[in-house]
């Protein structure tokens, strides 16, 4: 007797195939069974930084808050203190040592003692470590930062001294920077606002806005896997509360201790620019100012601070 063979196959919302075959002649039982096609899946991890170790990696601030003249030099201005920025540092120090960072702080430096200590890191070993972290909270004006003595300098010639040929055991890993420092010339806002910004000097023939503070432009191995992260954009002010600290970094800290272990790191970046960017500032004359963060980034790979130990 001739049989023939009628084949159902049915799909669930897991990717679990049934099949039924059934023959047409009574008295055959019908045969069930069930095949599993399970989709092929990317590790979780696949496409990030590897992010495993315990520590992470150092976690340096330079917080810039009580400045000086140096009497006699030509060079040193007097710039006013930036109250609010222990607040700044003590948050970023606290986020930072959540996510399993050495965190070390320095207060009022000089330029030369910047120099050092970066050059310092810079000739460590890093083998141990996945990631490399640099803040610095000062004034800043006309594409440059100044130390504690009232002294400019570029942050490009700090950036440089932790570029791959002079730190090759941080290659590959990522380099995040985070910035607090106006990049305008606008200096007089409403009680307890201030902005991060030294007014322009006499004589001074700088236009800011022709000032390249793109670092990550050229395709060169010394600059891959660098991340800078600027509290606003080109030719604007950067926005600090003398009692509470300034906006983008403490919108930084708050997202970091809430989201650091649970988002990758630019989604995190996202939600910072999206709160900083809802807030107004005004000035004496009656002028309203915000303030948009933004990023430069050569990372190749995603960056997420899993917690330590997960899968």
Not at 10 to 36: A, V, W, Y
Not at 52 to 67: H, K, Q
Not at 166 to 181: N, R
Request: charged content about 25%; hydrophobic content about 30%.
């Amino acid at each position: 007797m001739e049989h023939k063979l009628y084949i159902q196959e049915e799909c669930d919302l897991n990717c679990n195939r049934e099949t039924t075959i059934m023959k047409s002649e009574k008295g055959f039982e019908d045969f069930t069974f069930r095949l599993s096609f399970v989709p092929e899946t990317k590790s979780a991890t696949q496409g990030e930084y590897p992010m495993t170790r315990n520590p992470r990696g150092y976690a340096v601030i330079f917080n810039m808050e009580t400045f000086y003249k140096v009497p006699g030099d030509p060079t040193s201005i007097k710039l006013e203190n930036r109250q609010g920025s222990s607040k700044d540092a003590e948050g970023l120090q606290d986020a930072f040592e959540k996510l399993r960072f050495i965190v070390d702080r320095h207060d009022d430096k000089t330029i030369a003692d910047i120099t050092t200590i970066t050059d310092g890191y810079a000739s460590r070993d890093h083998s141990s470590f996945d990631c490399f972290v640099f803040c610095i909270l000062t004034h800043g004006s006309e594409g440059k930062l100044y130390d504690a003595n009232g002294h400019s300098f570029q942050f490009e010639s700090i950036f440089k001294r932790l570029h791959a040929r002079k730190c090759s055991t941080l290659g590959g890993k990522p380099k995040l920077f985070f910035l607090q420092a106006c990049q305008g010339n606008q200096s007089h806002f409403g009680h307890d606002l201030q902005a991060d910004i030294v007014p322009l000097q006499p004589g001074s023939n700088t236009n800011f806005r022709e000032v390249n503070t793109n670092f990550l432009e050229g395709n060169s191995p010394n600059e891959a896997d660098f991340l800078v992260f600027f509290p606003t954009r080109l030719g604007l002010p950067a926005f600090r509360d003398d009692n509470q600290g300034s906006w983008f970094i403490q919108s930084l800290v708050e997202n970091l201790k809430q989201y650091g272990e649970s988002c990758p790191l630019l989604d995190i970046f996202t939600m910072v620019i999206r709160e900083v960017s809802c807030k107004r500032a005004g000035d004496q004359d009656g002028n309203h100012y915000d303030q948009t963060p933004k990023f430069d980034s050569s990372l190749s790979k995603t960056v997420f601070f899993r917690p330590l130990g997960a899968p």
